[in-house]
């Protein structure tokens, strides 16, 4: 089992934005040091919640810093992008990221945020689909031609090119069991959000599928997402974690609320112990934790355990403590192995 970090780089309440970056990128050192597999970012835009909005800058910045995790995108939104940019960006950090770039891609989300850019949110899944088509074309050949909708240029010549080839590991937000079996036959990595007897559908379908194609299961990280608070005792993490999540929904639903409207998917729940009621996060003691990840994480069938820790108004301190508890205690044990610490107490 391998143990991640998807973070939106959240800025909700804090002032200092130079501080704020400086001590995520600390916290992605000491992800590197505590043996974590990857480190995910998230793309919005004109909101808190898009501390990450050009994910690239921050992932060129980890990448100087970290030397064995795996850094990514969950996810670029495409139509933000011009898609011959994207390539040439994408090759550029798989060369300074030393061939550890994993690339995530989507339609984006929040509708609104697209319409800040003069996009229009009905045209989104095509813009989308056309967009990563030449992306995933360009990323492995020399040449580029294409004549779509929204996309025209004839013979356009690609100089750089992935450390990792053909491209670096591509991954996929699953919400049903169609996508679970195309991402399976596209080659993709898979996270699932939702509650654990949804995702253990979607999972199934994507493991049935790689069976059908002859394609080894231990190939592809599948990935299961919760909130994950870890504190000394069970009472220290849920008074965290209700205050920290009550600031993180203020940026999560600040686009919506500005426009008067309600999130539909991720975001709807009022509390955190309304997310833990769900099965889609936890606030514990390491021994609550792993007994919680565990039980999911075979339920669903996954192998991949991305975790929300940095929620909020979470203090530096609050965020090295649960890294600090989960590297130690928790995924020892969740690892099988012999419970001896990973992690130094002076990180």
Known sequence: MHFGVLDHLDFGGKTDLSAHYEERLRMVERLDRAGFYGFHVTEHHCTP????????????????????????TLVYTLPMHHPLRLIEEICMLDHLSNGRLDIGFGRGSVPFELSYFGLDP???????????????????????????????????????????????????????????????????????????ENSARYIGSFREALDKSGTSRSTRMIGLHRAVIVAPTDREAEAVADRAYQNFLKSFRFVTARHGAENK??????????????????????????????????????????????????SHEEITTSIKLLANQVMPRLQGEDGLARYGTDG
């Open 49 to 72: 919640l898009g501390g990450a909005a050009s994910p690239s800058i921050f992932l060129a910045s980890a990448a100087q810093r970290t030397d064995n995790i795996r850094l990514g």
């Open 122 to 196: 009905d045209d989104a899944v095509d813009h989308y689909s056309e967009a990563l088509k030449i992306v995933r074309e360009g990323l492995t050949t020399s040449h580029l031609d294409h004549n779509g909708k929204y996309f025209q240029f004839r013979d356009i010549p690609i100089a750089l090119f992935p450390l990792q080839r053909p491209m670096p590991p591509v991954w996929y937000g699953v919400h049903s069991i169609e996508s679970a079996q195309k991402s399976a036959d596209l080659g993709y990595n898979i996270v699932c959000n939702q509650a654990v």
């Open 265 to 314: 998917v991720s975001g709807r729940e009022n509390s955190f112990a309304e997310l833990v009621k769900i099965g889609r996060g936890i606030a514990g003691s390491p021994a609550t934790v792993a007994d919680f990840l565990a039980d999911q994480m075979s339920r669903a069938g996954a192998n991949y355990c991305l975790m929300y820790l940095a929620l909020g108004d979470m």
